[in-house]
């Protein structure tokens, strides 16, 4: 049987740019610069949502697990996340009380830690995203269940750097590839760079 050649772009950038960018404009709202408005909703659906979607079928396409789970799972968060907002305004669902925010969050928090860990044997940068995530989720939980305005804030703030260093880690793995090169460097791990 003919080995079939794997013809698919690398789809990391993609959804790293799709994650990294929504998560930046999410988080200031988050730290208070403006309200949570359609652009974030609408970010999140096509754009966080199906974007990541989108790469992460691309990388079970090219065998990788780590890349499959992360970026599917990371788009329909995005998706519930507007879903969670938007189900209630259609009266189709009640709002979520904050103990069931405090769980979602906490869930997801939980999930990006045990992500975390597959990171490990992956670029610093990408170990630094995960690890930002996981931390962003607990603060944002913690936040919501003390209802402390500082710690939203703060959460905010560390959203907006986790959302940056994931659209670094995206450019880096696009430049870095068409130069052939280290053009940005990623802190390569233990396996393939994406």
Known sequence: MKEEKDSYANPAPLGLFAFGMTTVLLNLHNAGFFELNSMILAMGVFYGGVAQVVAGIIEAKKNNTFGFTAFTSYGFFWLTFVGLLVLPKLGWAAPVSVNGIVAYLSMWGLFTLLLFIGTLRQSKALQFVFGSLALLFFLLALGDYT??????????????????????????QVLNELFGKTVLPIGAGKQAQH
């Open 147 to 172: 209802e402390n305005a500082a710690i939203k804030s703060f959460a905010g703030y560390e959203g907006i750097v986790c959302g940056l260093i994931a659209i670094y880690t995206g450019i880096a």
